[in-house]
């Protein structure tokens, strides 16, 4: 059970990548005032944790009704994973999403925060490929949605602390843990898609 909370917790953490995530809230939020901003953060972190949670529990049901085999989409999900570290490692994903943010007038805590922010295609996939790979066991179920909370909680704190003080995360800190995180990630885009392929064969 602690091994699943520990796997799952990691990777949830990787891909939702709070501290990146935090910088760009401070773009997203620049000229509000520090209330407005916790308030905010609550409800981008609380609609992108029930919509990864509509996507874990409903994630196998969608794909049997849609006739998708689990090794294809544990498969797709590696690929997707993949060229998501590539961006972290070029530093790509971050410049790509503030982009996306500026050109946006209308901001929201649902967009651009909760999506694509939070509970982007890569978390989404994640929660369904890491929920299949669990398997059944109840208790192992409930250790992997304990991590997923466990993770926006913690995102929802870097906020509250960027909120109160936007001095306290440097962009250039920021950058070289996305890189090193970006690595990790590599290696388990890598995994999924090898996993994939052994099921499939």
Do not use: C, H, W
Not at 79 to 97: G, N, P, T, V
Not at 138 to 145: A, E, R, Y
Not at 149 to 167: D, G, Q, Y
């Amino acid at each position: 059970m602690l091994e699943v909370f520990i796997q799952t917790f990691v990777l949830y953490f990787i891909v939702i990548d709070p501290l990146a995530a935090s910088t760009l809230f401070l773009i997203v939020t620049q000229g509000f005032k520090a209330k407005d901003k916790i308030k905010i953060a609550f409800e981008a972190t609380l609609i992108a944790t029930l919509i990864l949670l509509f996507f874990a529990f409903l994630g196998n049901f969608l794909l049997s009704y849609l006739n998708i085999s689990l090794s294809a989409f544990t498969i797709a999900g590696g690929i997707i994973l993949f060229l998501l570290s590539l961006e972290m490692l070029f530093d790509k994903r971050s410049q790509r999403k503030e982009e996306s943010i500026k050109d946006n007038s209308d901001i929201t805590s649902v967009f651009p925060l909760a999506i694509p922010l939070l509970a982007g295609p890569a978390a989404i996939t994640s929660v369904m490929v890491s929920v299949a790979d669990i398997g059944e066991k109840f208790i192992l179920q409930v250790s992997g949605v304990l991590a997923l909370i466990l993770v926006m909680a913690l995102t929802f704190v870097f906020f509250f602390i960027v909120s109160k003080s936007s001095k306290i995360i440097n962009k250039k800190v920021t950058s070289v843990i996305s890189r090193v995180i970006g690595i990790l990630l590599a290696g388990l885009s890598v995994q999924f898609i090898l996993d994939g392929v052994q099921k499939a064969l």
